[in-house]
């Protein structure tokens, strides 16, 4: 079983850093592992396999010092390679003049387009607060109106926020801090509580009288 479970994770990362990365998969190690099923096939048996071994974790006790290097190594790749694809609406898109934020450290940003406007909120998780009041600053922007730079708290370049330890939060709006117990990185692996974050976001922005055009495919949550 063990062994089962490492090769099909192993098929699979390979795939995923051979198709993003063009890895030379030509030893004899790799040459047999290249896979002719589906995509959506080789996803499910992938996240079958994961959730396997994180709720079965004793199984990794009989894998050798060579299996766990070698599994945790293309691990590491793949969500890299995951990471900068999820990451990817956050470092390209409308307006193209506007500059990519940075997110706060312990923090997060999240960001949409409306009417080729870039709108983004900073965020702190749980323990954390903004240095500067921001409950009236709730997001900032970048647009043609902005002469596509960001008017932040902070002089040039594109710092929104800084989020500093704090055992209460009182800076900010109370949505501009991620739940308990769920911070940034919790967030973004999970696609339900990320769109819950950006819902949230738009429905905001709605209410602050910005509506029109939004092109979800420039949402996003970049954490710091």
């Given at each position: 079983m063990?062994?089962?479970?490492?090769?099909?994770?192993?098929?699979?990362?390979?795939?995923?850093?051979?198709?993003?990365?063009?890895?030379?998969?030509?030893?004899?190690?790799?040459?047999?592992?290249?896979?002719?099923?589906?995509?959506?096939?080789?996803?499910n048996r992938l996240f079958t396999d994961l959730k396997n071994i994180r709720e079965s974790p004793e199984e990794i006790q009989a894998w050798s010092r060579e299996n766990i290097a070698s599994l945790r190594g293309l691990l590491q790749k793949v969500t890299n390679l995951l990471k900068a694809e999820q990451q990817k609406s956050c470092k390209e898109f409308v307006p193209e003049n506007c500059t990519?934020?940075?997110?706060?450290?312990?923090?997060?940003?999240?960001?949409?387009?409306?009417?080729?406007?870039?709108y983004c909120k900073p965020m702190c998780n749980q323990g954390y607060d903004f240095n500067f009041l921001r409950r009236s600053r709730l997001y900032e922007q970048c647009g043609d109106h902005t002469s596509y730079k960001w008017f932040t708290q902070?002089?040039?370049?594109?710092?929104?926020?800084?989020?500093?330890?704090?055992?209460?939060?009182?800076?900010?709006a109370p949505s501009a801090y991620f739940?308990?117990?769920?911070?940034?990185?919790?967030?973004?692996?999970?696609?339900?509580?990320?769109?819950?974050?950006?819902?949230?976001?738009?429905?905001?922005?709605?209410?602050?009288?910005?509506?029109?055009?939004?092109?979800?495919?420039?949402?996003?949550?970049?954490?710091?």
């Open positions: 063990a062994r089962k479970v490492i090769s099909g994770v192993l098929l699979f990362c390979l795939l995923i850093i051979d198709t993003n990365t063009q890895a030379d998969l030509s030893s004899t190690d790799a040459s047999h592992l290249t896979p002719s099923l589906p995509y959506d096939k080789l996803y990519a934020p940075l997110p706060p450290t312990s923090g997060g940003l999240v960001c949409v387009t409306i009417n080729d406007v870039r902070f002089i040039g370049g594109s710092k929104l926020a800084v989020c500093f330890e704090s055992r209460i939060p009182v800076s900010g739940p308990k117990e769920q911070d940034c990185e919790e967030t973004v692996q999970d696609y339900s509580l990320e769109k819950q974050q950006i819902d949230r976001f738009v429905k905001e922005l709605k209410e602050d009288g910005i509506t029109g055009e939004h092109n979800e495919v420039n949402d996003c949550l970049l954490c710091g």
